[in-house]
């Protein structure tokens, strides 16, 4: 749902996912969450090598799949992914305020809760807060000690 309107969600034809499966294989840090059909994507964007920074996406578009622990699984990965290969320092995410399940899996997942950007998101003709949140790569580290 990446934050957008709660309304729009509908069935996507087959036309429409093989553009989406094409544009995920035109990114370079892109992934689809799949079970036994594609459920979502989640992607590192602004990559930046220079700095070892990324931002994190993520959307489960089949609303079926949700509470089930595959997005915290997906951010897992991506993250292993970018401290482990990329050698990041930090990966942040916005999370729009309602969103109170992806808050949630980004912090079990290690990230920090950093500030929020006041009214950044309309949704369905209302104003919405996005909520920053990051993990730096000791704290990413800090987790894998853990067993998280």
């Given at each position: ?26 990114h370079?840090?892109?992934?689809v ?23 994190l ?22 993250l292993?992914?970018?401290?482990n ?5 930090r ?8 969103n109170?399940r ?16 006041r ?9 919405h ?15 894998q000690?853990?067993?998280?």
């Open positions: 749902m990446y934050g957008g309107n709660r309304s729009d969600l509908h069935p996507m034809t087959e036309e429409a996912a093989k553009r989406w499966v094409r544009r995920l294989l035109d370079e840090y892109a992934w969450i799949e079970t036994s059909t594609l459920i979502g994507e989640i992607r590192l964007d602004r990559v930046d090598l220079r700095d070892r920074r990324a931002s996406a993520i959307g489960i578009e089949d609303s079926s799949q949700l509470g089930k622990g595959l997005g915290t699984e997906a951010i897992t990965l991506a292993g992914y970018a401290f290969v990329l050698k990041l320092h990966v942040s995410a916005r999370v729009v305020d309602y109170l992806g808050i949630r899996a980004y912090q079990k997942c290690g990230f920090v809760v950093e500030g929020r950007e009214e950044a998101a309309l949704v369905d003709g209302a104003w807060d996005d909520v920053m949140m990051a993990i730096l790569d000791r704290e990413y580290l800090a987790t000690r853990k067993g998280t």
